[in-house]
């Protein structure tokens, strides 16, 4: 996890968790009581306690990345597409306007190629499932809800682009994408796990959730501008 801004805080809530071998990255790293990291670069830390850091402490150098977070320019259109709760619904690849999945229902992606949506909603209780390692275009935003799921059947992340204000990850829910969200302010709620990596304006994780790598994603979770 990153702070790419040459003055950015990084700052870790109580039982918020960075997997085994991570590195957080900040100029300021803040890290409550219960938070627990492996290894901190940083150029100014406060943390309490000391014992919740596994790994080494050392200096950073910023910013970490330039360009930050790029990301291709994203379209969209066509008809809206919902998914009534506790239904189940196949859609091919293609450009979509706004698509929702009701509480309790399944999305299924099932073609290796580019799915474009205006913007992405998932109730509580609902899954986003891709069969391949795809390639999601959201203009604007993308809200995951409680205990639900965007993911691929493999396990390897898939690509997620979007370009609106807003990103969610939901209490409990499971998120294994590659993020690119330059403009968003990311919430990573408790008891989530984001799988994959993410860079974007603000990233925010709350307790007892969980950030790692998986697949080829970037070697960091996350980066924020």
Known sequence: ????????TAVLAPQATMAHGTTLYANRV????GADVWNVRTNS???APTEGIHGDVGPVALPLKA???????LTCGGGNVTVAGLTELTLPAGNYGNVSVGSGGTLLLPDNAPYRFCELRIANDANVLATHQITLEVPGNVLVGTRSELRTGGG????????????LLGREAIVTAA?????????VKSDSLLAGC???RVVKATKNSTLTCAGDGSPSPAFVD
């Open 1 to 8: 996890v990153g702070v790419n801004e040459t003055n950015g």
């Open 30 to 33: 803040k890290l409550a009581e």
């Open 45 to 47: 830390l406060v943390a």
């Open 67 to 73: 360009p930050f977070c790029p990301q291709p320019s």
């Open 156 to 167: 390897a992340p898939l690509v997620l682009h979007v370009g609106g204000l807003k990103l």
């Open 179 to 187: 993020i690119t969200a330059p403009n968003a302010k990311g919430k």
């Open 198 to 200: 993410m860079c974007a």
